[in-house]
Each structure stands twice: as structure tokens, then as C-alpha cells.
């Protein structure tokens, strides 16, 4: 199960459009799949309940994971740069008006540890969300994600 932190919500969160994106990302996906595969895996679930698939900025080649009325989803499970990237990413679409809320899902501490050193995480996003306060302004719930241990 996923760990949630929400920033920027004093102005209120849709925690309904935020769990039932979770129902689809939760379980994580099982199996000894790839970072590709995995985010695949969640687009073939979130596209059953309407969710658009890498949404693009405006006037760019540059895209989020997923979208749905108003709420944007960005998965990073790579390099920890591209969460920063991705937060403006986010920033972007919500001062444009396409967004009021967003997403950004990573790697809990332990799961980024086991994938290789330099992977987003919980803690880094946690600490750049918070230094980068006064510019990323965007309601943000932060998700940690990891397979479930068996």
C-alpha cells in the first residue's frame, strides 16, 4: 500500500479523485518487472477508469504520467532530478488552469535504495517539496510506492 504526505492543500484537497487513483496504482505491480513495465502496467489500469495517458504541456513535447479532470499524475522512478522536473512540470499545468490538484508518485526510501543510488524517493521529494514551497504551489499529494514484500 502506498504512503501519502499532501502539501499545498490549505484551500482544500480532492481526496476522492486522489484514492480512487490509488485503487489503481495499489496493489503494486507484482511480478519481476522493469520501471517500464511497471508504469505500463498502472496506464493499462488508470485507462480503464478514463485516465489519459502521458498529457502533454502546452506548446511542448514534455508530458505528465496521467491526467483526469483536472488531476495530473506524475510516476518518477528513475533519477531523483526528474521528481524536481516533474513538480514543474506539474506547477505548469496548474498556473495554466489544467490542473487544481496533482500527484507525484516515487519510490518509498527502502524501495529507492533497492533499485540503485540517485533514485527519486519519500524523503528527497519530501525535502525538495518543502524547500521549493514557495514556488511549487499546486495542491500535491506525494505517494511512495513499493512491492509488497513476500
Known amino acids: ?45 488508470l485507462g480503464t477508469d478514463g485516465w489519459v495517458s502521458n498529457y502533454l504541456l502546452p506548446n511542448s513535447r514534455m508530458h505528465i504520467s496521467f491526467w483526469k479532470s483536472g488531476f495530473g499524475i506524475c510516476v518518477q522512478l528513475g533519477n531523483t532530478c526528474r521528481a524536481n522536473s516533474d513538480m514543474l512540470k506539474l506547477e505548469t499545468l496548474f498556473k495554466l488552469g489544467r490542473i487544481d490538484a496533482a500527484a507525484l508518485v516515487v519510490p518509498t526510501d527502502s524501495y529507492s535504495k533497492f533499485l540503485g543510488s540517485n533514485h527519486a524517493s ?27 514484500r513476500g
Open 122 to 148: 519519500v524523503g528527497t521529494a519530501e525535502r525538495d517539496l518543502t524547500v521549493f514551497g514557495v514556488t511549487i504551489t499546486v495542491p500535491i499529494a506525494l505517494l511512495g510506492v513499493e512491492p509488497e
Open 1 to 45: 500500500m502506498s504512503t501519502v504526505k499532501i502539501f499545498n492543500s490549505e484551500n482544500g484537497f480532492p481526496n476522492d479523485t486522489l484514492e480512487a487513483a490509488r485503487s489503481f496504482i495499489d496493489p503494486f505491480p507484482a511480478g519481476n518487472l522493469n520501471t517500464t513495465e511497471i508504469r505500463q502496467e498502472w496506464a493499462n489500469r
